[in-house]
């Protein structure tokens, strides 16, 4: 059993910033990536950005990866997603997940996921 527990969200005017947490427990492998994904109504799945559980490799798209920094603190098996700079366009609801998935692989497969936590970008 994988349990999420995902905070930060809300609402935030353009040029704005919001950090995202993702608390993830009950997972047994000793290797993985951790996934920041989101999807707005309408739309696919877009994966963000994914960090290693050892914080040797992270992973951004182009769209954000300017924008948006993913951390990790092992300590509290915590994973952050600090965005900034934020615009109508990134409104979405925002999901942390976890794979297996290697390289950049890991911003498009996801094993499980929380969720998800809504974003509004608006004036």
């Known amino acids: 059993q994988v349990q999420f527990v995902e905070s930060g969200g809300g609402l935030v005017q353009p040029g704005g910033s919001l950090r995202l947490s993702c608390a993830v427990s009950?997972?047994?492998?000793?290797?993985?990536?951790t996934t920041w994904f989101r999807q707005a109504p309408g739309k696919e799945r877009e994966g963000l950005s994914c960090?290693?559980?050892?914080?040797?490799?992270?992973h951004y798209a182009d769209s954000v990866k300017e924008r948006f920094t993913i951390s990790r603190d092992n300590a509290s098996n915590t994973v952050y997603l600090q965005m900034n700079s934020l615009k109508p366009e990134d409104t979405a609801v925002y999901y942390c997940?976890?794979?297996?998935?290697?390289?950049?692989?890991?911003?498009?497969?996801?094993?499980?996921w929380g969720q998800g936590t809504q974003v509004t970008v608006s004036s």
């Open positions: 997940a976890t794979t297996h998935a290697r390289s950049y692989y890991c911003l498009y497969e996801y094993d499980y």
């Open positions: 009950g997972l047994t492998s000793d290797y993985y990536f």
């Open positions: 960090i290693s559980s050892d914080r040797e490799a992270t």
